[in-house]
């Protein structure tokens, strides 16, 4: 197969991993902290996780070590959407394994939970690891965002685990899938199983993260490709002076993409969500910020823009959010029968007896194409896939309706000529930053040295990150401590807590002190494209986000 040179070059790349964990494998000691303790729900959730609650936090420091030499036969899983790095995790956990013993066997479980489920696998061999070292994309074992949550799926998955003689399945996924991992792990000590499970935090959305867990893998890498896009972007509009590009972007629910691109270009305008849901702002709120910068701008003669838009805003706007949650709770009860219906009238009509007054003309007045996007169906979450809805072209359509009566009022004498643009699959595969490739590969190795120790229900962990790898601490956090209940489907169920953009937080703050300059004012920022090989400053810097959330 061919391979390009850059392709090559990472191959060789040696991706850095914490001191702690350079060590001989004998040298490195888990250190086990107090019982913890979940953000909220304690008492429900102790009813859930009957054998996996309270479980202390792990660190790994140098000191003895008997438990890493065992031979050990492992399942990896890909869960949910690419995220850089993904390949780096397997990597460092193949990597752990054969160093604790060189029979220990590594079973790459195909396309997702769904291999874990129907026992479809690849014995993943040094040979298969080394074409995919520091490369992008999930594509060594593929991707699935099957959910185990029938008895059936999870007696088949330990049917399957036991099949195979596993001491332990890594599931690399986001927060659903941890949820996953962790309901997971409680079914097998349940049923009386040794077999052990980890989880590993990926996304690119950013939204999968804590004390513990300071970011998830894939941000890094995915922000800096959308950053290096916007900023083309920009040099674009400030050179033909002639168009407002609309750039959503992906992040679902959170608006971290949307906010770390802002701060790596300074467009003109960029939307929270989060700060959309908490003051309440109405679509008609929304379109007013975007008619002021622009009437502003046309009044000094820049016909021309640049506007982030996350890709979940839509839910957040609250007549929006409404919406959604009526059609997400009666497509969780009545999912069936309305797949059953092909005519969007026919649609209309049927939810009319189940949503409120309200969101039903709402739902009727929207754009057309807008409305039937609102009406796809829902991942197997349950949730809304916000990225199927073109919300960069609702904006464009309604600001061209109020920018057409302000020049009726005479208030704007501008042009707008627009483009609307979605970047998320652009970045999903990139090949990992050197921040993600080193990250991941610790995090992979760290979930090795989890399952030497005997552990589960647990997370990998990687802290200190805005430090040099070499001071990178390395452990695990217990999955039920990250965990609340919410609705799903229209019952209360445990699952991770989905960490939203903090408006008391650095990032944001920072973002709100420059944005009214940088809305009327043209300060562009042009980040370029990632670096593998220069200096540090070029090559290994975090993103803003964890910088300025961490220092
Ligand atoms: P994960 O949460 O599974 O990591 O996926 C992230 C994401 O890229 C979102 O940003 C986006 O909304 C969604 O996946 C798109 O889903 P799909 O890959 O199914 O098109």
Redesign the pocket.
């Known amino acids: 197969m061919e391979i390009s040179h850059l392709q090559r070059a990472r191959y060789a790349y040696k991706p850095k991993l914490p001191a702690v964990l350079r060590e001989e494998l004998e040298n490195i000691a888990l250190k086990l902290g107090e019982s913890a303790e979940a953000v909220s729900d304690q008492g429900n959730l102790k009813l859930f996780f009957r054998n996996t609650y309270g479980k202390p936090i792990a660190v790994f420091e140098k000191g003895k070590n008997s438990d890493v030499g065992k031979k050990l036969n492992v399942g990896v899983i890909l869960?949910?959407?690419?995220?850089p790095g993904g390949h780096n995790v397997i990597a460092g956990l193949f990597d752990g394994l054969k160093k604790g013993n060189a029979e220990s066997r590594l079973f790459g479980f195909l396309g997702g939970p769904s291999g874990l489920i129907e026992n479809k696998y690849a014995i993943l061999t040094a040979e298969t690891m080394d074409q995919y070292r520091n490369t992008g994309g999930f594509d060594i074992i593929g991707s699935g965002?099957t959910k185990i949550e029938t008895p059936d799926q999870f007696a088949a998955s330990l049917k399957t685990a036991k099949e195979l003689g596993l001491n332990a399945v890594v599931i690399i996924?986001?927060?659903?899938?941890n949820t996953n991992a962790s309901l997971l792990a409680e079914y097998f000590v349940e049923n009386g199983s040794p077999i052990q499970v980890i989880g590993c935090p990926?996304?690119?959305?950013g939204?999968l993260k804590n004390e513990y867990i300071e970011t998830?893998f894939?941000f890094d890498t995915a922000v800096k490709t959308y950053s290096e896009l916007i900023g083309n972007i920009e040099r674009d509009a400030n050179s033909a002076k002639k168009y407002w590009h609309f750039i959503k972007l992906?992040?679902?629910s959170a608006s971290h993409?949307a906010l770390e691109c802002a701060l790596q270009t300074h467009p003109n305008i960029c939307f929270i969500s989060e700060e959309v849901q908490t003051k309440q702002m109405s679509l008609s709120q929304v379109i007013d910020i975007i008619t002021d910068a622009v009437v502003k701008r046309a009044n000094q003669g820049d016909n021309f823009g640049v506007i982030l838009i996350p890709?979940g805003l839509i839910e957040f706007i609250p007549e929006m959010r409404k919406l959604i949650e009526e059609l997400n709770d009666t497509m969780g009860v009545y999912g069936r029968e309305f797949a059953k219906i092909d005519s969007f009238i026919e649609r209309l009509y049927f939810l009319d007896r189940y949503i409120s007054e309200a969101s039903y003309d709402l739902l009727k007045n929207l754009p057309t194409q807008i409305a039937e996007q609102l009406l796809l169906d829902r991942?197997p979450h349950g949730n809304v896939?916000?990225?199927?809805i073109d919300t960069e072209k609702l904006l464009i359509s309604i600001t061209e309706k109020r920018l057409a009566e302000l020049k009726e009022q005479g208030v704007y004498k501008g042009k707008f000529s627009t483009y609307g643009h979605f970047f998320?699959?652009e970045g999903?595969c990139a090949a990992p930053s050197n921040f993600d490739a080193d990250y991941c590969y610790s995090l992979g190795f760290t979930a090795f040295m989890l399952i030497a120790a005997g552990l589960t229900s647990y997370i990998s962990s990687v802290r200190n990150l805005t430090a040099p790898a070499e001071q990178w601490i390395a452990g695990g956090v217990p999955l039920a401590m990250m965990m609340n209940m919410e609705q799903r489907h229209g019952i209360k169920k445990p699952v991770i807590k989905k960490a939203l953009v903090e408006l008391d937080g650095a990032p944001f703050k920072t973002f709100v002190a420059k944005r009214e300059h940088w809305a009327v004012n043209t300060s562009y920022l042009f980040p370029g494209a990632i670096q593998y090989f220069g200096p540090p400053e070029v090559c290994d810097q975090p993103t803003k986000t964890l910088i300025l959330e961490r220092t």
């Not at 896939?385 to 199927?388: E, L, N, P």
């Open positions: 869960s949910g959407g690419q995220a965002r996924g986001g927060d659903d899938s990926k996304t690119i959305d939204d998830s894939g992906m992040g679902r993409i890709e991942d896939q916000v990225s199927r998320g699959y999903r």
